[in-house]
T-cell receptor, first 114, second 109 residues
């Protein structure tokens, strides 16, 4: 158990809908990363937050947004969902926001868009 | 072309065999990570390396910065080692991980 929690574990929704994925980092970790894992693209970095502020952006679509709250939990919002958004979404946390540090992964949310 | 390449893509071994998975990268890095993903989907960090070699139990990870290459070795492999092993790097310019496509390992009894 990494200490990172994600909810929900599974989500099935229809095209055009909007969903919110939630992540709680390990106690003491200030940085949260969101990653998407799809069959064709593998694991890709979406976005990073550190202590409430956006720190880095990767291949995140404009239809997707995220935020990190004062209690350090983070939410990833996916809107106008398309079939291609079906994937596993992981969050990971680390203590620091810069440099190379071990990241602790949550169990993931499996999103299926029908 | 992906910045992180792994080989082989798939690997089948018999229990007890010595296994090597390779990772090559094309960018300057501050660290390289080896991750393990089990069939259930969860990802576990095995090693983070910036130089030399690290060992944990039956797992050994090495990195050669000059050659931009890392290897993950599993000694005395066991069926419970069956998983996808993913190499990832922190580039010098970024904080997040850049991943290889993974190596799917099956160890048979």
């Amino acid at each position: 158990d990494s200490g990172v929690t994600q909810t929900p574990k599974h989500l099935i929704t229809a095209t055009g809908q909007r969903v919110t994925l939630r992540c709680s980092p390990r106690s003491g970790d200030l940085s949260v990363y969101w990653y998407q894992q799809s069959l064709d693209q593998g694991l890709q970095f979406l976005i990073q937050y550190y202590n409430g502020e956006e720190r880095a952006k990767g291949n995140i679509l404009e239809r997707f947004s995220a935020q990190q709250f004062p209690d350090l939990h983070s939410e990833l919002n996916l809107s106008s969902l398309e079939l291609g958004d079906s994937a596993l979404y992981f969050c990971a946390s680390s203590v620091y926001g810069t440099g190379a540090h071990e990241q602790y992964f949550g169990p993931g949310t499996r999103l299926t868009v029908t | 072309k992906n910045e992180v390449e792994q080989s082989p893509q798939n690997l089948t071994a018999q229990e007890g065999e010595f296994i090597t998975i390779n990772c090559s990268y094309s960018v300057g890095i501050s660290a390289l990570h080896w991750l393990q993903q089990h069939p259930g989907g969860g990802i576990v960090s095995l090693f983070m390396l910036s130089s030399g070699k690290k060992k944990h139990g039956r797992l050994i990870a090495t990195i050669n910065i000059q050659e931009k290459h890392s290897s993950l070795h599993i000694t005395a492999s066991h069926p419970r080692d069956s998983a996808v092993y993913i190499c990832a790097v922190n580039s010098n310019s970024g904080y997040a991980l850049n991943f290889g496509k993974g190596t799917s390992l099956l160890v048979t009894p």
